[in-house]
């Protein structure tokens, strides 16, 4: 070959190379046995007919395997076998059905290989398995299709990518009626409905997470508010729902919402919980923190699983009023009134918003019916409250001397959760002093409001007592009165007290 001259060494070279080209489409224009087997149950080239595809957010996977399992199952008068794919990298990045039935691609040339399954935690103890990736092999009568479950892929960085469902047939009018089955299917077996949960981001913005939540059942009487508070509140949320059809009939809008607003402690959560657990049957949408920012989803999820609840817990840190000093308009802040304005009036959507600073609330939104139509504000409790809190949180333990009406004046200014505390702390103290059948003395509430009120004013302020904790003098000295308590509070609760 060396003493060939240089143009037959190059004819050479290029005549060999297309042998090679032509041996490479030769072998890649063959089909796997896969693909052999699809096109025979779709009586043609499946890489040449329509892909109908609709793509879901990744907590939306169980609905779409529950549907499956239904539109699938006994009963379903389908036929259908599940295969898996042999494609490599698939969980990071987004495979499509069009890229499995190329003859060749990126991916590779397709091959049966093992179903991925992944597992859903659901409320309890309760674990769904998902498809991950698989094709579904589907025969119902004369029509046919392969229905393709890919993703989402299980990445923490990089672009969001959403859990997709494609379906081939040789007519794609099945494959989009079977899609649209599989809609009504999800929103019909929704494993959300009826459930607490809550929305946030996932890590680095790239998928969204939902999380049940159980709530501990409240009772009514450890609700203590102002006269006639609680009344107005159950009235607004639980009786409106108890007569919805009637309200609907008479052409009443059933979407509502109720602002609780008032100092750290009084009980706005406690409210929240009390009605979220007495109304059951009813979607409850937990929203806090990060999951603020997805006010949208919350929306959506309000809509489709109505009737439902959406708690908006410290609503002023995005519905601040547009133009205060050094403040900016907040975009969550129109998200949130858009929601709450475009529902439809049949929707049984009740919005349950807590703040600590309605001074600085927008007011259109907490001034404007049809958003808010209950403000409703929880105070620190009366005298007479605080003797029903004394006595709801003295419950099960062991008193020894203590008249627990000595204790209204001392606490006067303190929240309900400083009260519970206050309890908790004294038969902590007995405890530990006295073992397992250890019983409370006024010389352990006396301790556990000296420890409270431990740390300064900012200290008061985190257990939630607004006017300042004090120790009282022991109950044998005489009438307890308020050392140190601030004059003008002093004045002001005789004043309440005539």
Request: charged residues 25%.
């Amino acid at each position: 070959m060396k003493d060939q001259p240089n143009a037959q060494r190059f004819d050479f070279a290029k005549e060999f190379k297309r042998f090679i080209d032509t041996m490479n489409a030769e072998a890649t224009n063959e089909q796997t046995p896969l693909l052999r087997r699809l096109a025979a149950h779709l009586g043609g080239d499946p890489s040449t007919m329509p892909v109908v595809a609709e793509e879901f957010e990744h907590y939306e996977q169980p609905n779409v395997q529950v549907a499956l399992d239904a539109m699938l199952g006994p009963g379903s008068g389908r036929s259908a076998e599940i295969v898996g794919i042999a494609v490599a990298n698939k969980r990071f990045g987004q495979v499509t059905l069009s890229d499995l039935l190329a003859t060749s691609g990126p991916w590779g040339r397709l091959n049966e290989g093992p179903v991925d399954y992944v597992n859903f935690q659901l409320e309890g103890d309760r674990v769904l398995v998902c498809v991950q990736f698989g094709l579904f092999i589907i025969s119902e009568g004369e029509r046919r299709l392969i229905v393709f479950v890919g993703g989402p892929p299980r990445q923490e960085f990089g672009p969001r990518t959403l859990l997709r469902v494609e379906a081939v047939a040789a007519k794609r009018e099945v494959a989009l009626d079977f899609l649209r089955e599989l809609k009504a299917t999800m929103t019909k077996r929704n494993v959300y409905r009826g459930k607490i949960i809550s929305i946030a981001p996932g890590q680095m913005g790239v998928q969204s997470l939902v999380k049940f939540h159980r709530l501990p059942p409240v009772e009514r009487e450890a609700i203590v508010l102002p006269a006639g508070a609680l009344e107005r509140v159950e009235r607004h949320a639980i009786a409106f729902s108890q007569h919805a059809e009637t309200l609907v009939a008479a052409g009443r809008s059933l979407h509502r919402g109720v602002l609780l607003y008032g100092p750290p402690g009084t009980g706005k959560t406690l409210t929240v919980m009390y009605l979220a657990t007495k109304m059951p049957g009813r979607t409850v949408l937990l929203t806090t923190g990060l999951g603020l920012g997805r006010i949208a989803a919350i929306g959506q999820f309000a809509r489709d699983l109505a009737p439902a609840t959406v708690v908006v817990e410290d609503v002023d840190l995005i519905a601040q009023e547009r133009g205060l000093p050094g403040g900016q308009t907040q975009p969550l802040l129109f998200e949130l009134m858009n929601q709450m304005d475009g529902l439809a009036d049949d929707v049984d959507v009740l919005f349950l918003l807590t703040t600590n600073r309605p001074d600085i609330l927008e007011p259109a939104l907490a001034a404007r019916p049809g958003r808010v139509d209950l403000v409703l504000e929880l105070p620190v409790p009366d005298a007479a409250g605080r003797l029903r809190l004394l006595e709801l949180y003295a419950r099960g333990l062991d008193m020894e001397g203590v008249k627990l009406a000595d204790y209204v004046e001392p606490t006067e200014g303190a929240s309900p959760a400083y009260i519970k505390e206050l309890l908790r702390r004294a038969a902590l103290i007995a405890t530990i002093e006295e073992g397992t059948h250890a019983r409370v003395r006024d010389a352990h509430i006396r301790q556990a409001m000296e420890e409270l009120s431990t740390g300064g004013e900012l200290a008061k302020r985190i257990v939630g007592f607004g006017t300042g904790a004090y120790l009282p003098p022991a109950p044998s000295v005489g009438p307890m009165r308020p050392a140190g308590f601030p004059v003008e509070r002093a004045a002001a609760s005789s004043q309440s007290k005539r």
